[in-house]
């Protein structure tokens, strides 16, 4: 079992930076696990943001955050980051952050078994 609390949402301008992290928690090896971070807006679907191997050096993201999010991993400290720069209004969403022991990384909510709580991005023009 693992535990996902997610942490550093809050209210921003556009054109800011923030970053968020998750911290897992339980007996268990956190290297082992995919994280994945996903958004979700008010009336849309949960959408895919981006993805980290267990050692963190394969990374994927979403075509709509491609250039401005960053995922990174301190497996000693058993926390995944989301680093977002140059925000957009279109970013605001809870931001999930996910584990999955089953894949080495993937864009699919699917693959994922252990999920956070989430925090709110919201992102004023």
């Known amino acids: 079992q693992v535990q996902l609390v997610e942490s550093g949402g809050g209210l921003v301008q556009a054109g800011d930076s923030l970053r968020l992290s998750c911290a897992a928690s339980g007996r268990t090896t956190f290297s082992a696990y995919a994280m994945g971070w996903f958004r979700q807006a008010p009336g849309k679907e949960r959408e895919f943001v981006a993805a980290i191997s267990g050692s963190g050096i394969n990374t994927g993201y979403g075509d709509s955050v491609k250039g401005r999010f960053t995922s990174s991993r301190d497996n000693a400290k058993k926390t995944v980051y989301l680093q977002m720069n140059s925000l957009k209004p279109e970013d605001t969403a809870v931001y999930y952050c996910?584990?999955?022991?089953?894949?080495?990384?993937?864009?699919?909510?699917?693959?994922?078994?252990?999920w956070g709580q989430g925090t709110q991005v919201t992102v004023s023009s």
């Open positions: 996910a584990a999955s022991a089953r894949v080495s990384y993937g864009a699919r909510r699917e693959l994922y078994d252990y």
